[in-house]
């Protein structure tokens, strides 16, 4: 029995980073409580939809849809029925956006600040930090097209990153304009694409036939192509003041940014603002954290007109960039190892444990019967903070011995009705 290619376990006291449960929960948590201290709600989308959500959403032609999606049949009664096709999530915006119309979610606040945190599927080529299972967590603003949700969105990208000790990174912004606007652009680059077709892969040209703001965003990445089109050349007045507004907003917050005018995203559903934030320590695959305004998402999906903004960040691409600080912090600490010198105190020292752990502090003991030494040993090695040692004097007298474990220093604590008072205030010192 083995794991299917692309997939991994998550497990306590991995080697790999990136298999560690301990260091995924730790960056998870980090990440929340900026989403918290920003006001975003989560909201939990199944893993599997409709295949339409997705073909509706990012574009039926797009390579995520067409190539990547995994895709199942649905089964009644060993039949099969071909107009109900499902599929796991490739992305989660498109998933929140349905959501958020299916439960009107709009009719109930003006205002929606969502975020989720899950697993999505993309049948490609495993490499570093890309995975077929991948893990992404990201934030959605539904509801407003005022410009200071989209300085609030970017300060909580960089929070999040200042949580997790992330410095070496860039963040990089443009405005691809409405959607006249792309829609101008599309016809530039089918011509520039047409004008320079010997020098284009048979199989990207493909791409500019079907979507030529696709091929727009793998060229910028795969040609050097010096004269093509940018989105600069087509933004009407709003959207130029708009991004000059924004730009201005940034300054002011000491937000350090770079206008990248080839900055496109490669989903179908952007307009306007986007931006991506990334790092030189991941080689070609570069980007961590990405979004961008999508207006007429909701629209597309049968809704009212909706003015959004959102991004997502990869997990796996997080835990490959964090510090050895973060990796050392979310190592696994248990507050108190209870130990027992005899079967005969076992008992009485179970007791201890259990009242230590409806205070709430992370508590462990042997209950296989090892050594006095052997359960020193263990508490040392799981990086206890202290140890409440039992022995036949301590249950004749109705006490427990505890050891801090750094400083070495001991205290004796009678076992009454004060016992989970005092270890409080023990470990609050």
């Known amino acids: 029995m083995k ?10 006291d991995a080697e790999n980073d990136i298999n560690n449960s301990a260091l995924w929960n730790y960056i998870i948590e980090s990440i929340k409580q900026s989403l918290y201290k920003f006001n975003f709600s989560e909201i939990i989308t199944p893993p599997m939809e409709y295949d339409s959500t997705f073909k509706s959403g990012i574009g039926d032609d797009s390579d995520i849809v067409s190539k990547e999606m995994y895709e199942f049949l649905l089964k009644k009664e060993d039949e099969i029925v071909r107009n109900e096709t499902f599929c796991l999530r490739p992305e989660g915006t498109a998933s929140v956006v349905r959501s958020y119309l299916e439960h009107s979610l709009g009719k109930k606040k003006k205002v929606n600040k969502l975020f989720y945190c899950g697993s999505m599927f993309r049948y490609e080529r495993s490499q570093r930090g890309r995975y077929r299972q991948f893990h992404q967590i990201g934030a959605e603003i539904l509801g407003s097209k005022n410009i200071y949700y989209e300085v609030e969105l970017i300060g909580l990208a960089l929070d999040i990153l200042k949580n997790l000790q ?23 680059v089918f011509e520039f694409a047409n004008d320079n077709k010997d020098k284009i892969n048979p199989e990207d040209f493909k791409i500019v036939e079907k979507n030529p703001l696709r091929f727009l965003d793998k060229a910028i990445h795969k040609y050097e192509f010096s004269d093509i089109p940018s989105s600069k050349e087509f933004l009407n007045n709003e959207s130029n003041e708009r991004f000059n507004e924004l730009k201005e907003l940034l300054n002011k917050n000491s937000i350090k940014f770079k206008v990248n005018e080839q900055l496109v995203r490669g989903i179908d559903y952007y307009n306007d603002t986007v931006f ?8 070609s695959q570069d980007t961590i954290l990405a979004g961008g305004r999508y207006d007429n998402l909701v629209e597309k999906f049968g809704g009212p007109p909706t003015d959004c903004i959102g991004f ?29 010198q005899s079967d005969g105190v076992k008992s009485y020292a179970y007791n201890v444990l259990d009242k230590i752990r409806n205070i709430g502090f992370r ?21 206890s903070l202290f140890t409440a040692v039992i022995g ?6 109705n006490f427990v011995k505890i050891k801090e474990l750094s400083s070495g220093d001991e205290f004796t604590i009678k076992f009454d009705n004060q016992f989970q008072e005092k270890i409080i205030d023990l470990v609050k010192k």
């Open 3 to 12: 794991l299917i290619k692309g997939f991994r376990d998550i497990f306590p």
């Open 166 to 188: 992330i410095t070496d990174f860039i963040l990089e912004i443009n405005n691809i304009g409405d959607k006249i606007s792309l829609q101008q652009l599309s016809q530039k």
């Open 276 to 283: 991506e934030i990334k790092s030189s320590e991941l080689g």
């Open 312 to 340: 997502a960040a990869g997990i796996e691409r997080l835990i490959l960039i964090v510090n050895n600080n973060v990796k050392k912090a979310s190592n696994i600490k248990i507050d108190f190892y209870v130990i027992y």
């Open 363 to 383: 508590s462990e003991m042997d209950l296989d019967g090892k050594s006095f030494i052997k359960q020193l040993k263990s508490a040392s090695k799981n990086n």
């Open 392 to 397: 036949e004097e301590e249950k004749v007298n």
